[in-house]
C-alpha cells in the first residue's frame, strides 16, 4: 500500500482541527463582474471587442444571474411548464389562447426582472423576421380581399396569418426567455438528463456551449493572420480557396482539440457518464408555480378545445 | 530497497508508419522526488507523458507505477486521476465545464465522492491555492493565468500521489509564473516536470533528464 502524504489533504474530519496549508498567496484581480471586459486590452481593434461583447450574451448569457422568484424555481418544473405552453401556443388557431398565453408569458418575463436591453435585442431579431412576414403574407396568401393599393391585393387571411405568426413567436420566445434562458447552462444539462434524453445529444449541447467560444476565437485568430498578409474577401478563386483552408483548418483543430479534451477528461477518472447531482426534491413555491400553471394551461386548452 | 513510484523497462514507442519516438527507455522515479524532463520540440515528451497515463500504448516495454505493471486500460483507469495526476499544456483542454466550481468537483465526483464532500473539497482545494471566491467565474472568461492555477486545481482536488505536468508555466507572466513555482515547491507530490524553462526547473526539480533521439540522458 502506498501511503504517501497527498496535498490537498483530505478535508478535515468533525471535531479535528486540522489547519490548511500554509500556501497563501493574494488572490488574481478578480475583474469587475462576471467580466470578460476586464480582460480586454484596449488595444485590441474595436470590432473585436464588440464581437467579444456579442458572445458574453451568447455564452454567458446575462438572464440565469438574476434572483427572482422564478430564478429559484425547480428547473424541472420551469422546462416541463415551458413545453407545455409553447406546445399550446404552437397549435392553437384561437385569438384568446394566444393573447391570454402572451399575457401569461409576458408577466412571467416581469416576474424575472431581466435586464431589457438584451430582452429587446432577443425580440427585435425575432420580429425583423416577422416584419418581413408582414410585407410579404398579405399579398401572397389567397383570401377575401381587405383593401387595394393601386394593383396590389391586401388579404385579409394574410394579414390575420401574419399576426398569429407574430404572437405565438414572441409568445413562445418570451415564454422560453423567462423560464429556461434563466437556467444556468449546466442546471439544464442535468434537467435533461433527468427527463431521461439521450446523454449523447445532451453532451453535444453542454460541449457546444462551452467550445463554441473557443472555437470563434480560433476562427478570429486565423482570419485576423490572414487579414494580417493583405487578405481581402473578393469573387475569386482565391477567396473561396482561403476560405475553404479557414473552414478546413478549423474542422481539423476542432477535432484535434477534443481529442484532447477527452484525454484530459479521461486522466481525471471519466469513463462515459457524467457523475449524478443530487436530486432535490420539489419546494412549496415550486408546487405553487405548477398548479397555478398547469390550472391556466388546462383552462386555456378547454377554452381552445371548445 | 524501496520501490519506485514509477518505473519503465525498455519502453518503446512509434507512430504509425514513423521512425521510432522512444527507443528502449529506462526510467525510475521514487517517492519525492521532483524530475524535470527536457528535450527539443517533438522528441517524445508529451508522448512519453501520455504513455504514463496510458492514454498512448507503448509498443514495447513495462510500466510499473504503484508497485503494479500496467498493462490494460483498465490498470490506467485506476491510476488517472488519484495516482497521477496531469497537468495539460493547455488549460483550455482541461476546463471543460462551465463555471470553475463544477470543474474542480468533476474530478472528486469521478472517484465517486459524495456531492458534500466534494463541495468541501473544491472550497479547500480554491482556498489552499489562493483562489478563494472563484468558484463561480466562468471558465472562458478566466485570464491565462488564471486558467493555469484553476487547472492546477482541479489536478489536485484528486489528491494523486503523482503529478505529471506538461510545460506548467509556458506562457504565463512573471507573477503567475513565480506563484505556480510557490505552489509546486509546497506540494509534497513526486513529480515528472516537462519544460524549456531552465531557471523554473532549477528552482523546482532536484534532477535533469534529457530526451534525445529517443533516449533518455541524465546530463
Avoid at chain 1, 145 to 171: D, H, M, R, Y
Avoid at chain 1, 173 to 192: C, D, H, N, R, W
Wanted: hydrophobic share 45%; net charge positive.
Amino acid at each position: 500500500m502506498w501511503v504517501i502524504d497527498t496535498f490537498p489533504p483530505a478535508p478535515p474530519p468533525k471535531g479535528e482541527g486540522r489547519t490548511a496549508v500554509p500556501v497563501v498567496f493574494t488572490p488574481l484581480p478578480l475583474g469587475e463582474g462576471p467580466g470578460v471586459r476586464a480582460n480586454i486590452s484596449p488595444t485590441l481593434p474595436h470590432y473585436q471587442i464588440s464581437e467579444l461583447k456579442n458572445l458574453m450574451h451568447l455564452t454567458a448569457s446575462p438572464f440565469s444571474l438574476g434572483n427572482s422568484f422564478i430564478h429559484h424555481l425547480d428547473p424541472r418544473v420551469r422546462l416541463g411548464i415551458a413545453s407545455l405552453f409553447a406546445l399550446l401556443i404552437a397549435i392553437s388557431t384561437q385569438f384568446f389562447t394566444l393573447l391570454a398565453g402572451l399575457s401569461y408569458a409576458l408577466f412571467l418575463t416581469w416576474m424575472t426582472r431581466l435586464p431589457f436591453s438584451p430582452l429587446r435585442k432577443r425580440l427585435s431579431t425575432l420580429n425583423l423576421f416577422t416584419l418581413l412576414l408582414f410585407l410579404t403574407l398579405p399579398l401572397t396568401t389567397a383570401g377575401l380581399p381587405w383593401f387595394t393599393l393601386g394593383n396590389l391585393v391586401i388579404t385579409q387571411e394574410g394579414c390575420t396569418l401574419a399576426t398569429v405568426i407574430t404572437l405565438k413567436s414572441n409568445t413562445i420566445l418570451l415564454l422560453l426567455t423567462a423560464l429556461v434562458s434563466t437556467l444556468e447552462i449546466t442546471k439544464l444539462g442535468q434537467t435533461l438528463v433527468g427527463l431521461r434524453l439521450s446523454p449523447k445529444l445532451i453532451h453535444l449541447l453542454l460541449f457546444t456551449i462551452r467550445y463554441v467560444e473557443v472555437i470563434h476565437q480560433e476562427f478570429q485568430r486565423l482570419i485576423q493572420a490572414m487579414k494580417i498578409r493583405g487578405f481581402q474577401l473578393h469573387s475569386n478563386w482565391h477567396t473561396y480557396r482561403s476560405l475553404g483552408y479557414l473552414i478546413g483548418m478549423l474542422i481539423v483543430n476542432s477535432a484535434d482539440r477534443a481529442d484532447r479534451i477527452l484525454a484530459a477528461m479521461k486522466c481525471r477518472g471519466f469513463h462515459g457518464q457524467f457523475p449524478k447531482y443530487p436530486r432535490v426534491s420539489l419546494q412549496p413555491s415550486d408546487i405553487l408555480f405548477s398548479t397555478v400553471s398547469i390550472s391556466l394551461w388546462l383552462g386555456l386548452f378547454g377554452i381552445d378545445w371548445l | 530497497m524501496t520501490q519506485p513510484l514509477i518505473q519503465l523497462n525498455q519502453i518503446s514507442f512509434a507512430y504509425h508508419s514513423k521512425p521510432p519516438l522512444l527507443h528502449q527507455i529506462d526510467l525510475n522515479i521514487y517517492a519525492g522526488e521532483r524530475v524535470a524532463l527536457m528535450g527539443a520540440n517533438g522528441s517524445g515528451k508529451s508522448t512519453l507523458l501520455q504513455i504514463l497515463v496510458g492514454l498512448r500504448r507503448p509498443t514495447e516495454g513495462e510500466i510499473i507505477i504503484l508497485g503494479q505493471p500496467r498493462r490494460t486500460e483498465a490498470d490506467f483507469v485506476n491510476i488517472r486521476g488519484g495516482g497521477i495526476g496531469f497537468l495539460f499544456q493547455d488549460a483550455e483542454d482541461q476546463l471543460f465545464c462551465p463555471t470553475v466550481a463544477e470543474d474542480i468537483a468533476f474530478g472528486p465526483l469521478n472517484q465517486g465522492q459524495s456531492w458534500t464532500d466534494t463541495q468541501t473539497i473544491v472550497t479547500y482545494t480554491l482556498t489552499s491555492l489562493g483562489l478563494t471566491g472563484y468558484e463561480k467565474r466562468i471558465t472562458y472568461q478566466l485570464s491565462g493565468g488564471e486558467k493555469r492555477l484553476v487547472a492546477i486545481a482541479t489536478v489536485l482536488a484528486m489528491q494523486p500521489s503523482i503529478l505529471l505536468l506538461d510545460e506548467p508555466t509556458t506562457g504565463l507572466d512573471e507573477d503567475v509564473q513565480q506563484r505556480v513555482t510557490d505552489i509546486l515547491l509546497q506540494l509534497p507530490q513526486t513529480m515528472l516536470i516537462v519544460s524549456h524553462d531552465r531557471v523554473f526547473l532549477e528552482q523546482v526539480t532536484q534532477r535533469k533528464m534529457v530526451l534525445t533521439g529517443g533516449r533518455i540522458t541524465c546530463p
